[in-house]
């Protein structure tokens, strides 16, 4: 994203919009890349993440990975999306240093929601992503990197 401003907001009016919007960021990451999500419960985050995956080329259903801690996808050339949401966790300094093995790497992009800002274990942060509730279904996102 070379070039581009150091950050973009958009505005959008229902989750069809959210997702579109997180399918033009997808298409703009590469193998390696980390974006981080940020946003209280239920504003739209799994829903930017689906948008990205599909435009990464991930065929199947994109869930909430809340429970599960992370979630890996098989998308396009070979690539492997990961889906984490570390909101149970207390402090990744407190994991296993393996913890991440799986989700994060030079073959994938991963998606990681409630991190801790610039923790190592999260490698190289290619994009930061909030989004905010503006009322009913309509969202505010903010992308920087």
């Given at each position: 994203?070379?070039?581009?401003?150091?950050s973009?907001?958009?505005?959008t009016?229902d989750?069809?919009?959210?997702?579109?919007?997180?399918?033009?960021?997808?298409?703009?990451?590469?193998?390696?890349?980390?974006?981080?999500?940020?946003?209280?419960l239920?504003?739209?985050k799994?829903?930017?993440?689906?948008?990205?995956?599909?435009?990464?080329g991930?065929?199947g259903?994109?869930?909430?990975p809340?429970?599960?801690?992370?979630?890996?996808?098989?998308a396009?050339?070979?690539l492997?999306v990961?889906?984490?949401?570390l909101?149970?966790?207390a402090?990744?300094?407190d994991?296993?240093?393996?913890?991440?093995?799986d989700?994060?790497?030079?073959?994938?992009?991963?998606?990681v929601?409630?991190?801790?800002?610039?923790?190592?274990?999260?490698?190289?942060?290619?994009?930061r992503?909030?989004?905010d509730h503006?009322?009913?279904?309509?969202?505010?996102?903010?992308?920087s990197?």
């Amino acid at each position: 994203m070379t070039g581009e401003p150091a950050s973009t907001v958009v505005e959008t009016a229902d989750a069809a919009a959210t997702e579109a919007f997180g399918a033009t960021i997808g298409g703009r990451l590469r193998p390696g890349d980390v974006v981080l999500l940020a946003g209280e419960l239920g504003t739209g985050k799994t829903t930017f993440v689906r948008g990205a995956c599909r435009a990464l080329g991930v065929d199947g259903p994109i869930t909430s990975p809340t429970f599960a801690i992370a979630n890996r996808y098989p998308a396009a050339d070979g690539l492997t999306v990961a889906h984490l949401d570390l909101y149970r966790l207390a402090s990744l300094d407190d994991e296993d240093p393996d913890l991440l093995d799986d989700y994060l790497g030079a073959d994938r992009v991963a998606f990681v929601e409630w991190a801790p800002a610039d923790h190592p274990l999260l490698g190289r942060v290619r994009l930061r992503v909030r989004l905010d509730h503006l009322g009913g279904d309509r969202r505010r996102i903010e992308v920087s990197g």
